[in-house]
Each structure stands twice: as C-alpha cells, then as structure tokens.
C-alpha cells in the first residue's frame, strides 16, 4: 500500500462522514504552514499558491503575528461591544488612515467577510432612505453579473451562479444586475430609487476578471452624478493582493466606502469590517446593528498588526514586483492548452481550454508539490502569500510549466481527469463493504465518463428541429463562448461529484462530435458503435471507431461491435442502460433502427424495451426519457406513441414515473445524467426539482443553452463507459446503504 494513503486516509474519510458535503477538497491533509510553505500529515512540503483565497496574505504563522496573538488572548481575547476595549480604536484608526476614503470616515468591524456585505448593504439602504430620500421599501442597490460577496441568503440572492442559489429562495428583493465593465449598462441599471452601486474591482470567485481600463474611474464618476453610494468590495483583492493597498486605488479613485476581509485577520483569524465615508455609517446608531465578536480585543490586535506588518514589509511593493515577473511568466507560458492569464499584482488566474480539466492539473500540481485552485472548470489561480521569495515563486512556476507539458493534447490523443482521490482511497479498502462509511457509497456511484470538447461546435446544418444555422451565424462568438463555458462546467460538475472523465479530442468540420452519447453504447466493457442515419454525422464514425480501439488498447474496454449492416445506430442516445431493472430502453422511429435491439440482446445477453418516438423535437429517446440511479423514470410522455407509452407505464412502474412538464422538456431539461443522488440537468421546472427532492436526489443545474440550440444537453454530451450488467446482479444487496439512505431521504421528503 503507497506509505501516504495510511496517514491521510484516515482524516478524508472521516471528513466524509461526519462534515457536510458542501467543499470538495483535494485528496491533501495539511497539518503545518510556515511562510508559503505547508506540510501534510506525512510530511510531504507543498508551495501554498492559494493562500487560503487571500486570508494568507502574510504567510502562514507569521511571527509577529502570532506573537501579537498569543499575547492578547493571554491578556483579553473577547469583551463584547457591551464594553470598550484597549485594543479596538488604535485598529479601526489604522483602517480608515489606509482605506483613504473622501473625508471623514468610520468602520464598522465584523468577523466573516460576508457579514461585512451585509453590513454594507443595511448601511447602504438605510443612507438610502434618510440621506437621499428613497421611498420607504424602494431601494435598490446595482450588482455586476458574475459577482461573488459571500453566502448568506440575501447575498447568494443577487448572484448569477445557480449552483449558488439553487433551492435557498426566496431571496431578498432589491438588486439589480449589469455586465461587469460596462459602464453604459451600469448607467441604465440606476434610477432614482438605486442606493448603492456594490462591485468588486477584480472579480475573484469568477476566475480573476478584470474590467477595462477605466471603468471603476467611470463607475466613481457617475455615481457621484447620479447621487449613489459606490461600495466596492476588496475582502479578497484588498490589502496589498493586487499590488496596491486597494485595487480602486489603481485607477486613483476614492470609493464612499470599501469592505475588507480574509488578509486582515493575518491568516490567523476571521476578521472583516465595513468603513464607509462618516455620513453613510452616521446613520447606523446604537441598536442598528452588531456582531457578538466583531472588534474583540484578539481580533483587533491581530488586524491592527496585520496592516502594520504589510506596511513594515512593504507587502504592497513586492505584490507588485513579483506580481508583474508572475504575470509575465505566465504570459510566456507556450501551451496550447492555455486561453488567457488575466490578474494584477500577486493574483492571477489562467485561463484554460476546454480540452483539459482545471481540476486535473491543479490535482496533478498537488500531486507535484504545489497548492492550487481550480475555478469554474476552465481557471487555475496563483494568489501565492505576499511574503513568498521570488525562487520559490519561480520554483512553483516552473512546476506549473511542467505540468501543463504533461497535459499537452499534442502529446496524447486523449487524457483522463484526475481518479477521484475518494474512489482510489475507497478501492484500497474495498475489503470491509459492509462497513460502509458514506465515501465508500459514493466511491460505488464513482462514473466514467467520456465527453468531447466543444472546440470545434457549431450549428452548421440542421438535421433536427432544434438547429438554426442562420441564428448561429449571426452570434457564432457568443453561441460558442456559452458551449465552451457550459461544457467545463459540466465536466467540473461531474468531476466534482466524484466522477471520472476521459476527454476525446474534437475534429474540425465535426461539430456534432461533442455529442459523446450518440458516439456508441458501452456495457461490461463492449463497445456497439453508432452508425448515423444523416449524411452529416457520418464523418464521425471511423474517428469513433479510432477512439474505442485506443480506449481498448488502454485497457479500458474489451470489444468494439459494429451494428448489423443496414440498421441505424445513434448509440446512447438510443440505448439506455436501466440498472435497477437490468435492461435496456431503446429508442426508435427517428433515428435509430426498431431492429437494433435483437443485437443489442444478442450482444450484451440482457433485454430490451424498445420505445416508438413520434415528436420530430424528442428525436432521440435521451432527449425525453431519463432513468435515475433508485429506478425512477423522468420522461415526457407524448414523445412517444401510446402502446411506447403504455410499455413505459408497465414496465417501470407507475410510481416510479415522474413526468416531465413541457418546460423542462422544452429545454430539454429531461436529457440529464444521474450519478447516485446527484442529477445533472440543464433545465428544471419547479416542479421537477420539487419531485427529484422529494424522492432524495440533488439537482445540479449547469445552464447549456447553446448545446440546446442544437437539440442536446447534459445527457447527449456524456457518454458512461462504465454501465455493468453485475452492478445490476448484485441490485439490492450490495447497494442497499445506498439504497437505505435513499429511503431515509424519501422518507424525510
Ligand atoms: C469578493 C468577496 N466578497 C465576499 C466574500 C465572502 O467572504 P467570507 O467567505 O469570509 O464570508 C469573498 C470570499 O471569497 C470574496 O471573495
């Protein structure tokens, strides 16, 4: 057994059963930090590129940091605001001499940084309805797109991620929205009842955006014309992060207030606060607001030594040369596989293709000694301490380099994302099933996937109903950026619920290629290969072929069939594996031949129900039919013809049928992948969520708009290479923790 599973086996899996499962970490257990360096429970030295988000700026146990710390809580940690204290002021003074602010200013301290939002946006309401005059209940505060400023209810409420905000409404009203950096849309989005403008100046969460030059300068100037607050929050880009003390101050403005967080505890605590130009925090009198630890003496030692030690250091210079030599070599990066590095000073994100995995690299990193994080599938980030020494930053540098080689697609014609480092723990100890510990019941739901990247996507013919060449001609840019950022975050979705995925590469002039399921089907290992009824698709099929044979070739499956001559084929788009009732549900009438499913009986020795599809727009039976991991069934009944939609009733079980109303099938909400009791889909009407969670699965909304233009979504662009008939056999015995806590959950439904 490798001599690192033993030690860090222990705390992931337990982790796994006690925490809640809303973080997926990498397979790292780090026990000590020193400077940029942390070391995990066997001793192994990692680079820290992360800095826990920024709230490392200073390096790990700084020792005047510490020193300030230990100090304190041997003299008074927490007092309350029932009291003053020795320590507060001296804090909240050294604050609001750095944030800079038009006059006369005031702060007002927290801990979490998004309790400071908060803060923020109470104190811009209120300023709203007694300085400016907003009508009682009317005052809105503009937000950008894209934003991210923490995870309370209201906060995630004016976000525009769903994975953010799905099932926690209802929300706050009150926030409107504009695309970050376009002043002219921030112009429209203010009116007279707007109170505040509240952005980041560098957009972290989202992959390290930067506006264009100018635009905080513009946004300063109109909402000074306009009479509205501008709030800028600096929790992650602040303190020194971007190569000055706040990133508005690049473009020499003055915000009316700015919210600090992460850096200001040191790395050491949870210290965050909201300063604001003194007639804005003014109006928020005794009562108004508080925080049971916000300002204790212990919090406001360590910040008020946090800001001293950034300026003693001058963290704030080297962030920005270092930060200039970390951006200029990632710009001299020569890979492919690299799109864009965006940043400023110590803090950069880079921008990959959706041929690779961002999770793959940045566990292949960990693996190589460097800590850092993936962001929407497609971005790494570099936010390394700013106290990091230029070799060592090199150091990290020349690893990423390294690594980014080992991706490189001209090297290999396909490459895996990462094993999930649950399932390869789990498989080492695969002796004591009974014992089922809750990662060991996920490891069992761990998929293979095959998908294809979107490179090359495009609508460029129309062989369904769905497709409009005309439309994609005139927004191809657009159209194409969505399927490029739909798919990585489809593939960091899987990869994020413990799946596998193998990428095939994409071939110019087969834009329909990305549609991995309609590529063959796969069983025990047996591969039946897709033959394409439209001309257009054709193409596709010697390119399939060469990939299932190096598939085989690598071990990973053990046949490649043709389909009899003379039928059609469009592989799982037309076959869907049933693993609860160990069949197979065909599809037919549009694409796929009726008599394909005496081969696929003859090939894989197990039945078939074959389905008659009579709407042209459900064209394949994945776009309204969709087996759940427990047996249900979510499909759209009038695709099929009545005696199809008489075998469905009969088969499955009338209560295990969940109908799909016609919004979510006119997204095609419906071709969506189970992996255990996650369900992936593009789409999903309230009551299609509210049937899911009743019966105990998660839906996982990854919005695919432009693959929908062509007729497909999460289903059509996944293709699972590990369906096993003996996963079937063994039904109810070997799966039944699985299957208890399904009940459990219905039951608690
Ligand atoms: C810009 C921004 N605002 C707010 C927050 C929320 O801070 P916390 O997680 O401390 O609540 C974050 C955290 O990443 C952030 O980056």
């Not at 991620?161 to 695309?179: I, L």
Request: aromatic share 8%; proline share 5%; glycine share 8%.
């Amino acid at each position: 057994m490798d001599a690192r599973v033993g030690k860090m086996q222990g705390p992931i899996e337990l982790e796994a059963a006690v925490a809640a499962p809303n973080y997926a970490p990498l397979p790292v257990v780090l026990e000590r930090g020193e400077g940029s360096w942390l070391w995990d429970a066997d001793g192994k030295r990692y680079l820290d590129f992360m800095s826990a988000y920024s709230a490392v700026s200073h390096g790990h146990a700084h020792p005047r940091l510490v020193r300030a710390l230990v100090e304190q809580a041997q003299r008074v940690a927490v007092t309350s605001r029932a009291y003053h204290s020795t320590e507060l002021a001296p804090f909240l003074a050294k604050l609001v001499e750095v944030a800079d602010l038009d006059g006369e200013a005031r702060a007002l301290p927290a801990s979490g940084g998004c309790e400071s939002v908060e803060t923020a946006i109470k104190a811009a309401r209120r300023w709203g309805y007694r300085a400016k005059g907003i009508d009682p209940g009317r005052a809105e505060i503009v937000v950008a797109r894209g934003n991210f400023h923490g995870r309370s209810t209201t906060v995630v409420g004016f976000s525009s991620e769903d994975d953010y905000r799905a099932d926690f409404g209802p929300f706050a009203p009150g926030f409107r929205h504009f695309d970050f950096g376009d002043i002219t849309g921030l112009a429209e989005a203010i009116d007279e009842n707007t109170c505040a403008v509240l952005i980041e100046p560098i957009q972290g969460e989202a992959g390290i955006v930067t506006p264009p030059p100018g635009f905080l300068r513009a946004a300063r100037e109109l909402c000074t014309e306009r009479n509205v607050l501008l709030i800028v929050d600096e929790i992650q880009s602040g303190l020194g992060r971007t190569g000055a003390w706040f990133a508005y101050m690049h473009e020499g403005i003055r915000p009316d207030a700015v919210i600090v967080g992460k850096a200001l505890g040191g790395g050491l605590l949870p210290v965050s606060a909201f300063v604001a130009r003194a007639p804005v925090l003014d109006l928020m009198g005794p009562g108004s607001h508080g925080s049971t630890f916000g300002g204790n003496p212990l919090a406001a030692r360590v910040a008020l030594e946090a800001l001293r030690v950034i300026e003693d250091e001058k963290l704030v210079e080297r962030s920005q040369a270092l930060g200039a030599h970390l951006l200029d070599r990632l710009r001299q990066l020569r890979s492919p596989l690299v799109r864009a590095v965006r940043g400023r000073g110590l803090w950069a994100g880079v921008e990959l293709t959706p041929d690779v995995s961002a999770r793959a690299i940045v566990e292949r990193l960990a693996q190589r000694g460097v800590l850092t994080k993936d962001t929407h599938g497609t971005v790494i980030r570099f936010a390394p301490p700013l106290t990091i020494r230029r070799e060592a930053l090199d150091w990290g540098l020349d690893v990423f380099a390294a690594v980014l080689a080992e991706f490189d697609p001209r090297r290999a014609p396909f490459h895996d994302s990462g094993i999930p480092h649950i399932s390869a723990l789990a498989a080492r100890r695969n002796d004591d099933v009974k014992a089922a510990t809750r990662i060991e019941r996920r490891a069992r739901q761990s998929a293979h996937l095959m998908m294809s990247s979107p490179r090359h996507f495009e609508v460029s013919y129309a062989i369904n109903p769905w497709m409009d060449p005309s439309q994609w001609s005139v927004s191809a840019d657009r159209l194409a950026d969505d399927a490029r950022r739909g798919w990585a975050k489809l593939m960091a979705t899987y990869e994020r619920l413990g799946a596998r995925v193998t990428a095939q590469d994409p071939v110019q002039g087969l834009p329909d290629l990305v549609f991995t399921a309609n590529a063959a089907v796969v069983l025990d290992r047996k591969v039946l290969l897709a033959r394409f009824l439209c001309e257009e698709r054709r193409g596709e099929e010697p390119h399939n072929r060469r990939f299932f044979e190096a598939l085989r070739e690598r071990g990973f499956v053990d046949e490649v069939v043709d389909p009899p001559p003379g039928l059609f084929f469009e592989g799982a788009g037309d076959a869907i594996w049933d693993v609860s009732r160990g069949l197979i549900w065909t599809g037919y009438g549009q694409r796929s031949s009726r008599e394909v499913h005496a081969a696929i009986e003859s090939l894989y020795g197990v039945p078939t129900v074959p389905l008659e599809l009579v709407d042209p727009r459900f064209y394949h039976l994945d776009t309204c039919f969709c087996v759940l991991s427990g047996g249900e069934v979510l499909w759209y009944p009038s695709a099929f013809s009545a005696e199809s939609a008489d075998a469905v009733r009969r088969v499955a079980g009338a209560g295990n049928l969940i109908e799909a109303t016609d919004e979510d099938a006119l997204h095609l909400g419906v071709n969506s992948v189970c992996l255990g009791r996650d369900v992936v889909m593009c789409h999903a009407s309230d009551a299609t969520r509210a049937s899911l969670a009743a019966r105990g699965y998660r839906v996982h909304v990854v919005p695919l708009d432009s693959f929908n233009r062509s007729g497909g979504a999460a289903y059509c662009l996944t293709l699972r290479l590990d369906n096993e008939t003996r996963a079937a056999d063994r039904g109810s015995d070997s799966d039944s923790d699985h299957e208890r806590e399904f009940e459990q959950l219905r039951r608690a439904a």
